[in-house]
């Protein structure tokens, strides 16, 4: 550190960070990958080599359960959903997360996808690289606003690595993770892309995960079916969150983790045993579909032989897209670890192919390739509401560059109509309802950042209801710096307050000295702030709507003490400057 200190600027410094941080976080996604593929190649070249034996179906619940094993008696904490986790991180911990978290996810989401989770591995990736972000930030002892920067270059760095798409991470890192594009944001942020995607190439090589081979130029005729792709896209992403909503919500209620995972299990083993394609990521019947090889990519089915007839086809995608929200919200509520990144492209190429396959019917010839690769993009720009991610990451992983305009209409298309129908997406409903999201909005993000327990005053003497004018000015005014006075019962809970000018006009009259009592004096606080309920805006609000210069602060129905306006104010611009 004293070597660093004389020889390096602290921004070639940060530089050199975002190269490690890329480095390893290319090498986590890697990792990540491969473990999984062996524990899904065991079981596809080892003890199972067909999807009906009457018994597959339990092989997701024993995922379900090893993780289970994992969280309680190896980590001994839950491990939270990647992205959120990593979001929770900047806008409430100061870019700090669990050291245990560099190694939950590689512990658990490999179990969970392996053994037949409808989940995908970049949730975890990132928030496997996020923590060595944040870690390696707090091992050279940088300050809050760099431990940020490096979180988030770690976590574009992996998604850069899983997906082979440099140019995407750093738009995802801006979009959702709300990242200022400064310059000195963006090297930084190149530099961990770039550092990612070599390191993977090195190890894996050059394939991509999806593979097109016959992308067509854009047709102005064809203006009207992207278009409406669009609107059945944003129809999709809305069904796929409602899903997924729904389902977090169910199983929240459920206490007993073991019960937990034999209902989800039993639930993803049932449908990944009638429905093959649900079983893990599914990126090789992605490849068959688009393709149009039916008879491989539906070869697992009971019913195969009837394929011939192509609203059989038609019916099986339709139950593909029906059915793969549940798998996925099924697989994560019930205790799984995986990201929706996956379960999303599928669900994108499941429906460009169902639109391709009824416009034939329909008597329209369509490119399978360009509607399954735009399929893909207006499901991302509508479920994960990040539509610039949405545009270059297909575009990166297709190389069909020629398709921005389609890609435009589409994803735009997608978007609005969900954005429309919920302004928050999966990864930020949770912090939402916290009040713990950053947004590119300036004032609401300083705001966010901004800490209560950091502005509370708690050098306030307190007086009693049954104290007389005289007790209270000789035990409290007298001795207090401050002319506001709150007044508690024995329970230290606030039951009015009591100020200088309240009292003026009397307190030198020695009859009333005597006679008065506080409890005839005192009048309730134009409002009050709720600790751990009220957000800073909503504290703002407060002290707008009243026009009052203090507020009292409860806890737990106690008394805790008074934020004052001047004091937030410069709290906020304190903050507004750093950020």
Not at 346 to 369: D, H, K, M, P, Y
Request: hydrophobic share 50%.
């Amino acid at each position: 550190m004293i070597w660093r200190y004389k020889h390096i600027s602290n921004k070639n410094f940060v530089y050199l960070l975002s190269i490690l941080v890329g480095l390893i976080a290319g090498l986590s996604s890697v990792a990540l990958k491969n473990i999984t593929h062996y524990i899904a190649m065991f079981f596809e070249q080892g003890a199972v080599h067909d999807y009906h034996v009457y018994w597959y179906f339990i092989f997701p619940f024993l995922g379900l359960l090893l993780v289970l094993l994992v969280k309680k008696f190896i980590l001994r904490k839950d491990v939270d959903h990647g992205i959120p986790m990593a979001l929770f991180a900047i806008s409430q911990k100061n870019g700090k997360m669990d050291r245990r978290n560099l190694i939950s996810s590689l512990l658990t989401a490999p179990l969970t996808v392996g053994f037949g989770g409808s989940v995908g591995l970049e949730g975890p990736s990132v928030a496997t690289g996020a923590s060595f972000g944040s870690n390696i930030a707090r091992m050279f002892h940088m300050n809050a606003q760099t431990r940020k920067l490096l979180l988030v270059c770690a976590a574009a760095g992996s998604l850069s690595a899983i997906f082979k798409a440099p140019i995407a991470a750093i738009l995802f890192a801006i979009e959702v993770f709300s990242l200022d594009l400064t310059f000195a944001s963006l090297l930084p942020l190149l530099m961990a892309s770039v550092a990612a995607v070599v390191t993977r190439m090195f190890f894996i090589g050059e394939q991509y995960i999806v593979d097109f081979h016959a992308i067509q130029k854009f047709d102005i005729q064809n203006i009207l079916f992207y278009s409406a792709l669009g609107v059945i896209t944003a129809m999709v992403s809305i069904y796929f969150s409602k899903i997924y909503f729904t389902t977090e919500n169910y199983f929240r209620r459920i206490k007993n983790d073991y019960f937990k995972i034999v209902i989800a299990g039993f639930i993803i083993g049932l449908l990944t045993f009638l429905v093959p394609p649900l079983y893990g990521e599914g990126f090789t019947f992605m490849n068959r579909l688009i393709a149009q090889d039916y008879g491989s990519a539906f070869d697992a089915f009971l019913y195969k032989d009837m394929l011939g007839n192509s609203w059989v086809v038609i019916g099986l995608i339709l139950g593909l897209i029906l059915l793969k929200p549940i798998a996925t919200s099924v697989t994560l509520s019930g205790g799984g670890v995986g990201g929706v990144f996956a379960p999303v492209l599928f669900l994108g190429a499941v429906t460009g192919s169902f639109f391709v396959n009824l416009s034939r019917q329909l008597g329209f010839t369509l490119s399978s390739e360009n509607f399954t690769m735009v399929g893909m993009a207006g499901l991302m720009a509508g479920v994960l509401q990040a539509p610039m991610t949405a545009i270059f990451l297909i575009a990166e992983i297709t190389g069909g560059y020629q398709l921005f305009v389609p890609l435009m209409i589409t994803v735009t298309i997608s978007f609005l109509l969900s954005k429309a129908n919920s302004d928050y997406n999966i990864y930020t409903k949770e912090l939402k309802d916290q009040n713990a999201l950053l947004t590119h909005d300036k004032d609401q993000a300083v705001l966010t950042l901004l800490k209560l327990d950091r502005i509370i005053e708690t050098n306030f003497i307190s007086v009693k209801p049954k104290m007389t004018l005289k007790e209270m000015l000789h035990q409290a005014v007298v001795k207090s710096k401050r002319n506001l006075f709150p007044v508690l019962n024995d329970e230290d809970e606030l039951v009015g307050v009591l100020t200088l000018d309240d009292i003026r006009e009397i307190m030198f009259n020695t009859e009333l000295q005597e006679t008065m009592l506080v409890e005839f004096l005192m009048h309730d606080a134009p409002d009050y702030i709720h600790y751990g309920q009220d957000s800073m805006q909503q504290v703002m609000n407060k002290f707008q709507n009243t026009g009052a210069w203090n507020l009292p602060v409860i806890k737990e129905g106690k008394y805790v003490g008074f934020v004052s306006k001047s004091k937030m104010l410069t709290a906020y611009r304190r903050k507004l400057i750093s950020y």
